[in-house]
């Protein structure tokens, strides 16, 4: 497998405080990467800096080769755990916002057959997560589950390079994150996604993830603890999953072609 | 039972807040009735009858002078300046306050400056807007923006503001570029919190053109009030006044009806 994503000697400092120092990574393609680590350990900056929300300070992030942009974009999917939904629009008009974002860039919004063809892409996408009952529902209306199962369906709907999760079932009940559980790894198997997802759940991390990093400060100034950054300290691969993948993956039809 | 669990039921809850309202009629007719009893030709509290057959007059009656009704070009005079006024306000403070709340470099232009011309108080700025506008229609329209549209667009702008950075960072993330930002997530999300600040610039609103009305002015509403205030009518000044009021009561209602029926989604609840 490829590196698809490259993080080369990254930096995150917020005036004099270090966040991150000295992060090298590769992400390779089709991989699930948990990010895991203490409170303030940097695990949402990494997520911010693979997102493009923020630039790193030091350092370069290369995606296919090339520099990251510095802003968000389409080829970036992303799951946070709360407010990634929009309340003024219901579940399919959630999903068809980002079909429609690409296809009408002056009104923002598909008309005729157009939009007949982006809708029922749409419905496709939510029956994929289970929402195909619940089309016309706004989210206000949604339980916690139900509106993470939404983000998905409208961040797939793009059909991402990488699927960015911001601890996206940390706020559902036991039983429900199961169930997501098992729809993230159907997902990510079914459309060949590559995912990093940062959680405080370490059952979670292993269970889901073909390869756990675990980010915390090498070292530690108890005088100036800000001025020493976390890096990738654990960096492990979970053979037994990659090895069931590869056999399930070959077994399997994978419609990569349609991915950007 | 406690207090505060005795929830009163819709019919109930009408006739409960009707009743205060009865008895401040009730309270009124008696003080009217009492002080006739002692002088027949008592100005200060003007029985019904008074009343009825003042407003008559201006509402059936043309004016000999203009050969108007004079109730109704009041009114409608009143309205159009209200009505302009607000119009102008709320689609201004749309606009920019959309702008201000979604893109940082234009709030940091003109933020201040917002700020700035909310702090000055509009009554302070009536003579400039006299002299500049002249005392017709457009001094007294004038008067209302500046006194309320400040105020909207702060609103507005907080309000964009304070969307959650998740959404638009997953906006930005399903491809939308800034104008879409504003159309698709901004605007829709904006609205009910337009009218929201409408309804509560109407109170201000009134106020300011009761004001413009009163000080220059040859008809409407606030005109007319502080006319007959000279010959101690209260026979008209009353009605007038809950004219007024029962106005800005169904344009409130109207409001909230056109924010429940057009954006459900911001009045419904797990």
Not at chain 1, 37 to 62: D, F, M, N, V, W
Not at chain 2, 213 to 237: H, N, P, Q
């Amino acid at each position: 497998m490829t590196a698809m994503l490259s993080l080369r000697n990254v930096w995150v400092e917020y005036g004099d405080k270090i966040v991150l120092e000295r992060v090298d990574l590769d992400i390779a393609e089709r991989s699930f990467v948990s990010i895991v680590g203490p409170s303030g350990a940097g695990k949402s900056t990494l997520l911010r800096l693979l997102l493009g929300q923020e630039a790193p300070t030091r350092g370069h992030i290369l995606l296919d080769g090339k520099a990251l942009k510095p802003e968000c974009g389409p080829d970036r999917g992303v799951v946070f755990q709360r407010y990634s939904v929009f309340p003024h629009l219901d579940a399919r008009h959630n999903v068809l916002f980002g079909l429609e974002c690409a296809r009408a860039p002056l009104t923002g919004r598909l008309f005729g057959g157009a939009r007949r063809a982006g809708l029922a892409e749409a419905d496709a996408m939510l029956a994929a997560v289970g929402l195909a009952d619940s089309r016309h529902v706004y989210p206000a209306q949604m339980s916690g589950g139900m509106q993470q199962r939404l983000a998905i369906a409208q961040a797939l709907v793009k059909r991402p390079r990488i699927l960015l999760l911001d601890e996206p079932f940390g706020a559902l009940d036991p039983g429900i994150r199961s169930d997501m559980h098992m729809l993230i790894t159907r997902l990510w198997r079914e459309h060949a996604l590559t995912i990093a997802m940062v959680t405080h759940d370490i059952g979670e991390a292993f269970a889901l993830a073909t390869r756990v990093l675990t980010l915390d400060k090498r070292r530690h100034d108890p005088h100036a603890p800000h001025r020493y950054g976390a890096t990738a300290v654990y960096d492990l691969t979970l053979d037994r999953r990659v090895a069931a993948e590869s056999a399930t993956a070959s077994s399997i039809t994978i419609d990569e072609i349609d991915n950007n | 039972m406690r207090l505060v669990n005795i929830r009163p039921n819709r019919r109930t809850a009408v006739l409960l807040g009707a009743a205060p309202l009865l008895l401040l009629v009730l309270t009124y007719l008696i003080a009217s009735a009492s002080r006739h009893a002692f002088n027949p030709a008592d100005k200060i509290l003007p029985t019904p009858g008074a009343m009825i057959a003042a407003m008559r007059l201006l509402v059936l009656v043309p004016d000999p002078m203009t050969g108007e009704r004079l109730f109704w070009s009041d009114t409608f005079a009143s309205l159009g300046r209200l009505g302009l006024g607000l119009a102008i306000s709320t689609v201004s403070a749309l606009l920019v306050g959309l702008v201000l709340g979604l893109v940082p470099a234009v709030r940091a232009t003109f933020g201040p400056t917002v700020t700035t011309i909310a702090v000055i108080p509009p009554i302070a700025l009536l003579p400039i807007l006299f002299i500049a506008f002249g005392l017709g229609e457009a001094a007294k329209v004038a008067l209302i923006v500046i006194g309320i549209l400040p105020l909207m667009i702060r609103d507005i702008a907080a309000h964009v503001e304070a969307l959650p950075a998740e959404q638009l960072i997953k906006a930005q993330t399903l491809g939308a570029s800034t104008w879409q930002l504003a159309l698709r997530v901004a605007l829709p999300q904006a609205m009910p919190r337009l009218i929201q600040a409408v309804r509560l610039s109407l109170g201000p609103a009134w106020v300011f053109l009761i004001s413009a009305e009163a000080i220059a002015s040859d008809v409407g509403l606030g005109y007319r009030i502080f006319l007959v205030r000279r010959y101690l009518s209260m026979e008209i000044i009353l009605p007038y006044v809950a004219w007024i009021a029962l106005l800005a009561i169904a344009m409130d209602a109207a409001l909230r009806f056109i924010s429940r029926r057009g954006f459900a989604w911001a009045h419904v609840s797990r």
